[in-house]
């Protein structure tokens, strides 16, 4: 009776129970998959479908942003055109006016609605804007080829870019400008010649990169010309990375276009610009007449930044990473 007694009052030892190679596996995929979402920024709670969607596929997502972003600018870019003249005319007795169902911007100082204004004016700083990152983008194209002919000539390139990087950027633009005599030409050929050194400076690392290629080597022991490699092996390449740099131009030759236009050395006032807009309601601003430079300027920073989706969401759909851009 004793012994039971002693037996029952021992304590009782838990049995490590033995792990089967399914739970092993499991706990092996549940520690990957925290691990993922570690990686991914999500809490370590966050699971599921839409989540591994929304976050594995930036492809898709900068698809979508990019089309919205595109759409945008072209319906923007059109209603410029579509809009009559007739719509930018003079109205007196509809002078200050504020927002309102049949001004949605509200009236300036003469009457004229303020929505076609910054719809017209939007258009022309699209066009600028087109000129200017066409024209840098082939200043820094023809750069990148003649830096890619030789050393002698690549120290030449590499001078220039560096000459105009050390000079003040709004400086130059508005010394070109004045040069240009202004107006629309002469403030897209002055955004032009200041826009092209980061686009040509990355158009030569890439050439310096494409040199090195098996294909180059190949090509220059059966006797073709360096031109010939240039123009026909190394210029496909650089069509992505030269396309997505010519539009990431846009966002900052429009800005500036409108600055210098503010300043008075850009565009003539007779021309529709948002510039001459914003630099007009300065005047009136202290009397009240906020709408004259919020909506045209609010107008204007979203087509600024349309341009930039639109160029980074390209970047990421044709694989132009940010480690070519450091060259």
């Known amino acids: 009776m004793k012994q039971e007694m002693e037996q029952s009052s021992r304590p009782i030892r838990a049995v490590p129970r033995l792990r089967s190679g399914g739970s092993d596996e499991a706990e092996r995929r549940n520690h990957h998959g925290k691990r993922w979402r570690r990686q991914a920024g999500l809490s370590p709670g966050v699971s599921g479908f ?130 240009f005599g202004g107006g629309l030409p002469g403030v897209a050929a002055a955004i032009a010649l200041t826009h092209w050194p980061n686009l040509a400076r990355i158009v030569r690392a890439e050439m310096i990169q ?58 003539s006032p007779q021309q529709p610009a948002i510039g001459i807009i914003l630099s007009e309601s300065m005047r009136y601003l202290s009397a009240g007449m906020w709408w004259l430079a919020f909506f045209p300027g609010l107008a204007l920073l979203l087509v600024v930044r349309a341009f930039d989706v639109l160029g980074g969401s390209l970047k990421v759909l044709t694989g132009t990473g940010s480690s070519r851009e450091g060259g």
């Open 210 to 267: 494409l040199k090195t290629a098996d294909y180059i080597h190949i090509s220059r022991r059966l006797g073709q010309s360096r031109f010939r490699i240039a123009t026909q092996h190394m210029l496909p390449h650089l069509v992505p990375q030269l396309f997505v740099g010519t539009l990431l131009i846009f966002p900052h030759a429009i800005l500036h276009e409108a600055a210098i236009t503010f300043l008075g050395l850009g565009l």
């Open 50 to 179: 839409e989540k591994h969607t929304r976050y594995a596929n930036p492809r898709k997502r900068a698809l979508i942003w990019g089309s919205l972003a595109l759409g945008w600018i072209v319906i923007v870019w059109l209603a410029g055109f579509v809009l009559p003249a007739e719509s930018t005319l003079t109205s007196l007795k509809d002078r200050n006016l504020a927002p309102l169902w049949a001004h949605p911007f509200g009236t300036d100082w003469l009457g004229r609605d303020m929505f076609m204004r910054t719809l017209k004016g939007l258009t022309t700083s699209i066009q600028v804007g087109l000129l200017a990152a066409c024209g840098g983008g082939i200043v820094a194209l023809v750069l990148g080829l003649i830096a890619a002919s030789g050393k002698l000539a690549d120290r030449v390139v590499s001078w220039l870019i560096d000459l105009f990087l050390s000079v003040p950027h709004l400086v130059s633009l508005v010394m070109l400008a004045f040069v």
